[in-house]
């Protein structure tokens, strides 16, 4: 009958906002905290099947949520690991206590957190959830990776007491050879310079550059002959060239060519007159010096001044003790060195799904994939539909104190007003009663 339909559909009432009140309450409570997905009810109605006119009531069920797609606020902090994303997408995490376990990691997600390495270096929040990433070859380029499953994710580690070096690949020289040391009647004398490199265990190398100039009959050859020797070879010189500079007004001591002595390379040394790079090959492997290209006076010159080194630069690093990391907007986390050399050490990859608020929440603001999120991806940070990746940053809750208040005011005047119809049907139940009396 519809006076006791009646009823259950107060009493459907009164649980559902019974239900709305505890994601109200929830979203309350975790208004200050980190990386808080706020709670939703989303009612929706019972419609039972009525005849001869009359209306039986079906009552109301409820479906509560997170909304995982919403963002909070972001915020500065002074931790370089403090992440946040400034879009869509989640940062991969597990729990701490599962990597010493036997099998698979499993894999979470949170939107934001405050990773700081732990006794054995891992990064990881104060709640237990270590930060995933896939870490960079030796060369800091970060290797090709599978974007739909864990099998490439590992714990970032970052310990504070690791030291690190860096090979010497590259070295720019910048020099000026005295155009008069290649008259005719000149002595030849040699000019030497030393330019220090790192080799592949830190270690300081010195490679020896001697020019000997080319003496003409008569006028300027604007030729000298250049043997390369290296401290750490026991068999030097470990290459030699010839370079001849022009004394045209176009070319105004630039480099015209650089050869081979009698077209037989020491060690397989060759010059790309397209990069302008000398390439020889020392104790530690390969290495390239950069002199310029033809008609191009940008490193080595030949011009009536003294000799001089210019400008000498190169890559490497003595070993030196990491003093701090940071993560760009793209997800590459880079170590820095004392000795004031960078490199990278992971690439921290956003995760997203189809449905973000169908993912499973669990506890420390993490979620897990579940059959409504759809299947996984793995996205360089700002690519596809992702956001970049801030450091020093956290994000706020996305429960706004006001909204929950104002609800729940509704939510108390609906529960009121379900009680009330029960009260009525209570009554109306009565009066039936005292009729048949």
């Not at 970060?142 to 099998?151: K, L």
């Not at 004398?189 to 265990?201: K, P, Q, R, T, W």
């Not at 010159?301 to 760009?328: M, R």
Request: aromatic residues 6%; negative net charge.
């Amino acid at each position: 009958m519809s006076i006791s339909s009646s009823m259950n559909a107060g009493v459907s009432g009164l649980n559902v906002n019974a239900s709305k009140l505890a994601t109200i309450s929830d979203n309350i409570a975790n208004s200050g905290t980190f990386g808080y997905k706020r709670a939703e009810s989303d009612f929706s109605s019972l419609v039972r099947s009525s005849s001869r006119g009359a209306f039986t009531a079906g009552g109301v069920t409820v479906s509560t949520f997170r909304q995982v797609e919403a963002k909070g606020t972001i915020v500065s902090t002074s931790n370089a690991t403090d992440l946040a994303i400034s879009g869509r997408g989640m940062l991969p995490v597990t729990p701490v206590e599962t990597l010493s376990a036997p099998g698979e990691t499993p894999l979470l997600f949170t939107s934001t957190g405050s990773f700081t390495p732990d006794a054995n270096g891992v990064l990881r929040t104060a709640s237990g959830l270590a930060l995933l990433g896939w870490p960079a070859a030796t060369d800091g380029s970060i290797p090709a990776q599978p974007r739909d499953s864990v099998a490439g994710l590992e714990p970032v580690i970052v310990n504070p007491t690791q030291i690190a070096a860096e090979p010497t690949r590259t070295i720019n020289l910048g020099a000026n050879l005295p155009a008069a040391a290649t008259q005719a009647g000149q002595p030849g004398d040699a000019l030497d310079l030393s330019i220090e490199y790192f080799g592949n265990l830190g270690t300081s190398e010195t490679l020896t550059a001697n020019f000997v100039p080319v003496i003409p009959d008569e006028g300027y050859s604007n030729t000298w002959t250049v043997e390369l020797s290296d401290s750490a070879s026991a068999t030097n010189p470990v290459a030699h060239f010839t370079i001849s500079f022009e004394d045209t007004r176009e070319g105004r001591g630039a480099i015209r060519s650089v050869g081979i002595p009698g077209d037989t390379p020491l060690n397989g040394e060759s010059y790309d007159p397209e990069t302008g790079q000398l390439n020889l090959t020392v104790e530690g492997g390969p290495l390239q010096i950069n002199i310029g290209r033809p008609l191009s006076n940008a490193f080595l010159t030949q011009l009536s001044s003294e000799f001089a080194p210019i400008s000498i630069t190169k890559d490497g690093a003595p070993v030196g003790n990491l003093s701090s990391v940071e993560v760009d907007e793209r997800g590459l986390m880079t170590a820095i060195y004392d000795t004031g050399f960078t490199r990278t050490i992971y690439q921290i990859p956003l995760a997203d799904v189809p449905n973000l608020n169908g993912l499973r929440a669990v506890n420390d603001q993490a979620f897990a994939l579940s059959p409504t999120s759809g299947s996984l991806y793995l996205w360089d940070a700002g690519d596809g539909p992702t956001g970049g990746l801030a450091g020093f940053s956290r994000e706020e809750s996305s429960a706004d104190i006001a909204g929950e208040l104002t609800q729940m005011i509704q939510t108390q005047r609906a529960y009121s007003s379900n009680a009330k119809v029960i009260q009525t049907v209570d009554e109306m139940l009565q009066e039936t009663t005292n009729i048949k009396r």
